[in-house]
């Protein structure tokens, strides 16, 4: 559908297009026709969507803030499932992961050589020396958050805490990578560039993805890549970056049993911290903060 000048934007603004959108538009259909792929309009967030998705990432970052508070070494990871849920419940909103494409637990625990998607179990007891990634997703009034961060048991080898800082490095290499009219490729090549620096590869099978309206929505956000490659970014677009960078190879097998649970193929340790990002008309913010 194509807009008239005094018509109302497209974006919710009830500004006329002209002196909202109209520019952007333009801009946008100018890189398309250079063959560059550009992002649809139902993947850009209005400003009220905006505003209920950073509420949304609030409860999913304080239900976060209450794992880092509660993990200790004896608890199974069935316990983090309790509390997840019942914060969240508490806070009137929703564990994302429960139920989603039949997945049985409030969040997704995955320890030492699992990449992610691990179950929460009354049979995974935390014990010293492992390395935790909790990912945590909430759908508030509607409007999907997800993030996750590592913990350490106890006390950690060297290798591992150097695995589990560089992905982090990673992440944030990621972000900063993140530029308004930029490329999503670039993303990908930062984290590429740095994990493998470190002697660590990137998992190529899972990455990260658009969010807000729906757990999980276009672009895929690759954690390899080229620079200059992939959809442009522009304002109003939210994603996660999440790298899992392994210390071995990235081959990967899925539990045969659960059908979720992806490991590392050589059992060396995996790690994974992830952010939501929104793309601003001068940067980015991190929603999961
Ligand atoms: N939280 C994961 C992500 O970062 C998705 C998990 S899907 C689930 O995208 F069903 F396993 F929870
Ligand atoms: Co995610």
Same mark, same amino acid.
């Given at each position: 559908m194509k807009l008239n000048?005094? /018509?109302?934007?497209?974006?919710?603004?009830?500004?006329k297009y002209k002196k909202c959108h109209m520019e952007f538009d333009e801009k946008l259909e100018i890189l398309k026709g250079k063959g560059y792929i550009v992002p649809s309009h139902d993947i850009i967030k209005t400003k009220d969507q905006i505003e209920k998705i950073k509420e949304s990432a609030k409860i999913n970052n304080a239900v976060l803030d209450l794992v880092a508070k509660e993990i200790k070494e004896g608890m199974t990871t069935d316990d983090i499932d309790k509390i997840v849920h019942g914060f969240t419940i508490s806070q009137g909103a929703i564990p994302a992961p429960l139920g989603y494409g039949g997945f049985p637990k409030s969040l997704c625990t995955s320890i030492n050589?699992?990449?992610? !998607?691990g179950i929460p179990s009354e049979d995974v007891v935390l014990k010293d020396g492992d390395i935790i990634n909790v990912d945590v997703s909430t759908i508030y009034n509607g409007y999907y958050s997800d993030a996750s961060r590592m913990f350490m048991i106890g006390n950690v080898s060297e290798e591992a805490k150097r695995l589990v800082e560089v992905t982090k490095e990673c992440l944030y290499k990621g972000i900063e990578a +993140?530029?308004?009219?930029? !490329?999503?490729g670039a993303i990908g090549a930062a984290i590429q560039e740095h994990a493998e620096k470190n002697g660590y590869s990137v998992v190529r099978d899972f990455g990260g993805h658009g969010i807000g309206l729906q757990f999980h929505e276009d672009p895929?956000?690759? !954690? +390899?890549?080229?620079? /200059?490659?992939?959809m442009i970014l522009v304002p109003g677009m939210i994603f996660t970056i999440e790298p899992m960078i392994n210390q071995g190879d990235y081959d990967l097998y899925i539990d045969a049993e659960n059908e979720w649970t992806a490991y590392t193929d050589d059992g060396k340790l995996s790690a994974q911290w992830e952010h939501m990002i929104l793309v601003t008309e001068d940067g980015i913010e991190i929603l999961s903060k």
């Amino acid at each position: 559908m194509k807009l008239n000048r005094n /018509d109302e934007c497209w974006c919710g603004s009830n500004a006329k297009y002209k002196k909202c959108h109209m520019e952007f538009d333009e801009k946008l259909e100018i890189l398309k026709g250079k063959g560059y792929i550009v992002p649809s309009h139902d993947i850009i967030k209005t400003k009220d969507q905006i505003e209920k998705i950073k509420e949304s990432a609030k409860i999913n970052n304080a239900v976060l803030d209450l794992v880092a508070k509660e993990i200790k070494e004896g608890m199974t990871t069935d316990d983090i499932d309790k509390i997840v849920h019942g914060f969240t419940i508490s806070q009137g909103a929703i564990p994302a992961p429960l139920g989603y494409g039949g997945f049985p637990k409030s969040l997704c625990t995955s320890i030492n050589s699992q990449i992610c !998607h691990g179950i929460p179990s009354e049979d995974v007891v935390l014990k010293d020396g492992d390395i935790i990634n909790v990912d945590v997703s909430t759908i508030y009034n509607g409007y999907y958050s997800d993030a996750s961060r590592m913990f350490m048991i106890g006390n950690v080898s060297e290798e591992a805490k150097r695995l589990v800082e560089v992905t982090k490095e990673c992440l944030y290499k990621g972000i900063e990578a +993140v530029k308004p009219w930029g !490329h999503l490729g670039a993303i990908g090549a930062a984290i590429q560039e740095h994990a493998e620096k470190n002697g660590y590869s990137v998992v190529r099978d899972f990455g990260g993805h658009g969010i807000g309206l729906q757990f999980h929505e276009d672009p895929f956000v690759f !954690h +390899v890549g080229k620079k /200059d490659e992939g959809m442009i970014l522009v304002p109003g677009m939210i994603f996660t970056i999440e790298p899992m960078i392994n210390q071995g190879d990235y081959d990967l097998y899925i539990d045969a049993e659960n059908e979720w649970t992806a490991y590392t193929d050589d059992g060396k340790l995996s790690a994974q911290w992830e952010h939501m990002i929104l793309v601003t008309e001068d940067g980015i913010e991190i929603l999961s903060k």
